[in-house]
């Protein structure tokens, strides 16, 4: 009898119990009833095999299902040279942003020395940020922008740094103003994405840390914990390849556990989306809840082709909404044409960041004109039909030009874009985070104007325990940043609806 199995030893185990089996039934047949008929014996012999198999089979799928549900922990190292022997400081260190007067000279030296290109007639931001409004941008950066000002506004918030796995991670750190009698903060790690930064939940962290000053009630009272990715801000950029998704949720899985978290909520969107959903499938008993306002599904099958091409006329039939079709259909309109048309940048990042990063490093100009870009496209894409990209419609300048100067003074561009390169270069869907689910309560915000929209119907493969869906009413790709309040309030109905499950469970064990 042969038996494949995924584990050598399982299979020898199968087949030597087999074998003893058949040697103890025939011997058992020959005892009894040595007149039975041999065909007879033989079945029973087979039909015993076949269930001790099945039962093999069984027990094996059953733990070797349950290893594969957690992602492993990725310890690395991504500091200079090899790993010392000495163990590594863990101790945290405060922080405040600081930049110096020679650094602020350099930056209007280069925007004093920028050179324009003329834009096409008519063109608004269809080809990129229009070099028009682009010189109103750089007058306002040279002659009002006040950057001493809005390091304050940065200082203001409690900032770290700590080092793990041979890096520096900078994050900020707040905790409630006050709490009431007997009740305990929920420790809540928020993670940014690209082109976005810390700066970018500067507006949501009092409405989570004190929501009753804000209408937003007291039930659920959070302690803020907002990291830059590494390679991004004020966190040191690996110094190592393959630093990836994973990567970066194992380093603040344990920047957590350092603080005293051994449970936590996560939320994010963009690049924090893939981090935080790393980190809920590496450590699924520590991570509460995850909320997202963006979600990627990488591994799409036959089912998501036929929802795409029958989706439209058949919704109910594959789980839509008529949201879901409003925002999807016609697919190759507000699916393809998008993929076309927004994501060359992504093309770039994931092949050669280096390059283009050398001019963009180079250029605060540039800088500028790569990183508006994407505040317009992906706030609202309507917005690039617009002579001024829309730019201030729902951002101001000092909050646009406060977030470029973080990649500026810290010179982080280059080492923000191969992020991309790390998490893509082998493939969409290849990896086996992306095949993996994730089974911590999940509530997802679906804004509008995010440059994708995934079904529930879809979300649900990757997402087994969706405990909230919304579709929100108004809000782009930068939801913290954008509209603050809608998503606190997303969070806080989300949170309270895990809170109010696990206490029913609690009493019904």
Not at 147 to 155: A, F, H, I, P
Not at 293 to 305: I, P
């Amino acid at each position: 009898m042969v038996v494949t199995l995924s584990s050598p030893d399982m299979a020898q185990v199968v087949l030597v119990q087999s074998a003893q089996c058949r040697s103890n039934v025939q011997s058992a047949h020959m005892f009894h009833s040595t007149n039975q008929p041999k065909y007879s014996q033989d079945v029973d012999i087979m039909l015993l095999e076949v269930f001790l198999v099945l039962g093999t089979l069984l027990i094996y799928f059953l733990f070797s299902k349950k290893n594969e549900e957690t992602l492993p922990f990725k310890d690395g190292w991504w500091g200079r040279g090899q790993k010392p022997v000495t163990k590594e400081d863990s101790s945290i260190r405060l922080f405040k942003v600081e930049t110096a007067e020679e650094e602020l000279s350099d930056l209007f030296r280069r925007l004093d020395q920028a050179r324009f290109t003329e834009p096409l007639e008519n063109s608004c931001f269809h080809y990129g940020t229009n070099s028009v409004h682009l010189r109103k941008v750089v007058s306002y950066w040279k002659n009002q922008f006040n950057w001493k000002k809005q390091v304050e506004v940065l200082n203001k918030y409690p900032q770290f740094k700590t080092k793990i796995q041979g890096i520096d991670i900078h994050f900020v750190h707040v905790k409630p103003p006050c709490l009431p009698e007997g009740q305990a903060a929920k420790p809540l790690l928020m993670v940014h994405g690209w082109p976005g930064s810390f700066y970018e939940f500067y507006k949501i962290i009092p409405l989570l840390t004190d929501p009753a000053s804000h209408s937003l009630g007291d039930e659920h009272i959070f302690e803020v914990i907002c990291p830059s990715i590494p390679g991004y801000g004020f966190s040191e950029a690996p110094h190592k390849k393959d630093f990836n998704s994973v990567s970066a949720a194992s380093v603040f899985f344990e920047l957590m556990l350092r603080l005293g978290f051994s449970e936590f909520y996560t939320q994010g969107g963009d690049c924090g989306c893939l981090i935080c959903t790393n980190l809920a499938q590496i450590a699924p008993s520590h991570v509460k809840g995850l909320h997202l306002n963006m979600v990627l599904v990488s591994k799409l099958g036959l089912s998501h082709l036929l929802s795409v091409l029958l989706g439209r006329y058949f919704p109910g039939l594959f789980g839509f909404q008529d949201e879901d079709v409003r925002r999807m259909f016609p697919f190759f309109k507000k699916w393809l044409c998008k993929i076309l048309s927004e994501f060359g940048y992504a093309h770039i990042q994931t092949t050669k960041p280096d390059t283009v990063g050398c001019g963009l490093n180079d250029s605060p100009v540039g800088l500028a004109a790569y990183i508006l870009e994407k505040f317009s496209s992906w706030t609202d894409m309507e917005f690039q039909n617009l002579e001024d990209g829309g730019l201030e419609r729902k951002f101001s300048l000092d909050d646009l030009l406060t977030n470029i100067m973080i990649y500026w003074v810290s010179g982080c561009i280059v080492s923000s874009m191969r992020f991309y390169k790390e998490n893509l270069q082998k493939g969409i869907g290849t990896q086996k985070h992306d095949k993996l689910t994730v089974q911590v309560p999940t509530g997802i915000a679906a804004f509008p104007n995010e440059i994708l929209h995934i079904p529930q119907a879809w979300a649900k493969k990757k997402y087994t325990n969706i405990v909230s869906f919304h579709f929100m009413p108004r809000g782009g790709h930068f939801a913290a940043f954008e509209e603050p309040e809608l998503l606190a309030k997303d969070i806080l109905q989300f949170v309270d609806k895990v809170e109010k499950e696990q206490l029913w469970k609690k009493k019904g064990d």
